[in-house]
DNA sequence: CAAATAATTTAGTCTTATCTAAAATTTATT
DNA sequence: AATAAATTTTAGATAAGACTAAATTATTTG
């Protein structure tokens, strides 16, 4: 199917705001991840569910189908493919890549994708350390990671813990935490490992201990 | 300037058909070459006649100004530099990288093409044998060969000649060949090396001897 | 649980790039 | 040079993707 550049940008944003535990994602984050209005946003959600690219129900959000994820993934391989590309041979720093891979990743052509994977050595890991789908769409889901692995400046959005019991929950949910609540990393305390953050527009600071059980997905 | 794809392709495209002596491109010549209608050619030498990168004057056609031409050739750069990279370092033949390299070609990053070139050793031709304009736009005219250096298949816009005595002239008019007029090359001949072509849908042949002080533009 | 608030969708516009059909202009021909 | 033919432009539509403002549906709160 040859679909548009705004078209495959939606289904990758989609992929990225996906997270358990339902894997449905509200109009609003979309627009707010790609800068758009929820107008638009909603337009093209119609525009992808007829093309059953994702299951959509007004106002119930949107998740993709088994094609749209893997057209999503696809994409997310050329961009880290690219990324690989542009720092390993032709010398550029991680930070000055991701524009560019947001350019190259929407070039059509699985052979070019391939034969850049051979050239580059099968690359498992992008400059940023995130993992690189194979061929068939497959890798290591490294995407969620530790509250404490974090770095200042990144947004995330909380999808997990690694421990349940209830008096860890309860502080939790006192402070404001909750699975798929956006949060934005302020700093991490260098004397006793807490960490700043925001949760809807709340500034609060976490412990180590605590933090380290919290597990995220960058956005 | 930011240009669309669309402008970006017009640019190239006038580059392409712009040929001596008068260096004006017509209307249908663009429509024709982009596969597009001469309405909307119209409409797009408006808004860059607006923009200020081609001279345009109603039912007269368009040539490049400076900066469109320098566009238009930086343009020329990156495909080709993208053509090198797609066959030297991917192992891709020649034929099987220009559509890839028309996506290519649109990417915005001066850094990305400078580092590019330089990690192709500063290539001066591309796998086509076409020269590669450097950073500043300059490069050999090598898009201006004999005839006699045609491939069956290609298409060519007559562009000079070599000789310009009378009974040449007169032979070629007689012939029905003149500058501007587009040909197409049908094969050469083995034995007397003579060259078999069309112009306005009429087949013809034509000596090596006459062939070789013909000057074309591949298009 | 009803009212207030938030989220989402609809309705109506705008821009870009395309098209066809009709009108205008230029070029060629007799 | 007048008319025919070819070229080019204008006029009016369409589709994609975006927007704002208004209406609708869902969620939260007192």
């Known amino acids: 199917m040859e679909l548009t550049y705004a ?12 997270v358990p535990p339902d894997y449905t994602v509200s109009t609003n984050s979309i627009a707010a991840h790609l800068g758009s209005s929820a107008a638009s946003v909603t337009d093209m959600l119609k525009k992808l569910g007829e093309k059953e690219l994702i299951l959509y129900q007004r106002y119930k959000g949107a998740s993709l189908s088994e094609t749209g994820n893997r057209i999503a993934t696809s994409l997310v391989r050329k961009h880290r493919l690219w990324e690989v590309f ?3 041979s032709l010398g550029m720093t991680w930070d000055e890549v991701h524009d560019i891979a947001e350019e190259l990743e929407h070039i059509k052509s699985d ?3 391939e034969r850049l994977d051979a050239f580059l050595g ?13 061929a068939k769409g497959k890798y290591t889901l490294r995407s969620q990671i530790q509250l404490t692995e974090s770095v200042p400046g990144q947004e995330a959005i909380v ?5 349940s019991d209830n008096s ?28 700043r953050l925001t949760i809807d527009n709340q500034e609060l600071s976490l412990s180590g201990k605590v933090a380290q059980n919290i597990l995220i ?3």
Chains 1, 2 share one sequence.
């Open 122 to 134: 099968y690359p498992k890991y992008d400059p940023h350390g995130d993992p690189i789908p194979n």
């Open 7 to 18: 078209e495959e940008n939606y289904l990758k944003a989609i992929l990225r705001l996906t």
């Open 217 to 219: 997905k960058l956005i």
């Open 168 to 195: 860890f929950l309860r502080h939790l949910s006192e402070k404001g935490v909750a699975i798929g609540k956006t949060i934005k990393i302020i700093g991490h305390d260098l004397y006793d490992q807490s960490i």
């Open 159 to 163: 999808i997990g813990v690694r421990e």
């Open 111 to 113: 052979q070019l994708i």
């Open 86 to 88: 542009l720092v390993q």
